[in-house]
């Protein structure tokens, strides 16, 4: 059974929690011609870059899903947005040693790429488990709504990343710094683990297993047809 619905549960630091989680993605996508040409990458490099988290955080995401119901909400998301915190402070990190010609370019894709690695396998607890704490703190008759509210949030952030890179892009056009937008990259985790830490704690949701109430008789049938 899931808790009881709470009115002062704040759904709304969820809801600003997702939207970091899709604006980070967004500013990257946005960066990427900027960071090939700084960085020495080339574009399809940086795009197996993305494709390598996007390939961890599928499959991660099940996983977490479960976790959340034996662990609890909270201490999931927590994990997940440092998570995240550490992948996207070592992915700006190595693109700056990159751009500064300080590391490799072979030495500067393994160290990206087990970033993206440690984003996609944590960013994954992010969607199941602010949806399920969502859920947890709705009333039945809003849950739709609620689930609807948490993709909305998302696509807003996804919206706004590209509008939160415009200044670090403004800065590189005036040769007033060339990668000032990836700040956002772990300044973003950062601000939604001030949001969630003072958030109450999200207990355990038991699992209840769903019963199949099927006549024994009726067996043999079931099995022919699968």
């Given at each position: 059974m899931n808790q009881p619905a709470s009115h002062s549960f704040p759904l709304r630091r969820l809801a600003v929690l997702v939207s970091t989680m899709g604006a980070g993605q967004v500013i990257l996508l946005t960066l990427v011609p900027l960071i090939s040409a700084l960085c020495g990458l080339?574009?399809?490099?940086?795009?197996?870059?993305?494709?390598?988290?996007t390939a961890c955080f599928m499959l991660a995401a099940p996983v977490w899903g479960g976790l959340s119901d034996r662990l609890g909400r909270?201490?999931?998301l927590i994990a997940g947005v440092l998570g995240i915190l550490?992948?996207?402070?070592?992915?700006?990190?190595?693109?700056?040693?990159?751009?500064a010609g300080t590391v490799s370019t072979t030495q500067g894709l393994w160290a990206l790429g087990m970033s993206r690695l440690v984003y996609g396998l944590f960013g994954a607890a992010i969607y199941p488990a602010c949806q399920a704490w969502?859920?947890?703190?709705?009333?039945?008759?809003?849950?739709?709504?609620?689930?609807?509210?948490?993709?909305?949030?998302?696509?807003?952030g996804r919206m706004l990343g590209?509008?939160?890179?415009?200044?670090?892009?403004?800065?590189?056009?005036?040769?007033?710094?060339?990668?000032w937008a990836l700040v956002w990259l772990p300044l973003l985790p950062a601000a939604s683990l001030l949001l969630l830490l003072p958030m109450p704690g999200g207990a355990r949701s038991p699992v209840v297993e769903p019963v199949l109430d099927v006549p024994r008789?009726?067996?043999p049938i079931f099995a022919l047809c699968t």
């Open positions: 080339s574009i399809a490099s940086l795009g197996g870059l993305v494709a390598l988290g909270k201490p999931v550490l992948a996207q402070s070592l992915f700006t990190l190595f693109l700056l040693l990159l751009a969502a859920v947890d703190n709705s009333v039945p008759a809003r849950r739709l709504a609620v689930l609807s509210n948490m993709s909305a949030a998302a696509n807003l590209p509008v939160l890179a415009l200044p670090g892009l403004g800065l590189a056009w005036l040769g007033l710094g060339e990668l008789l009726n067996l």
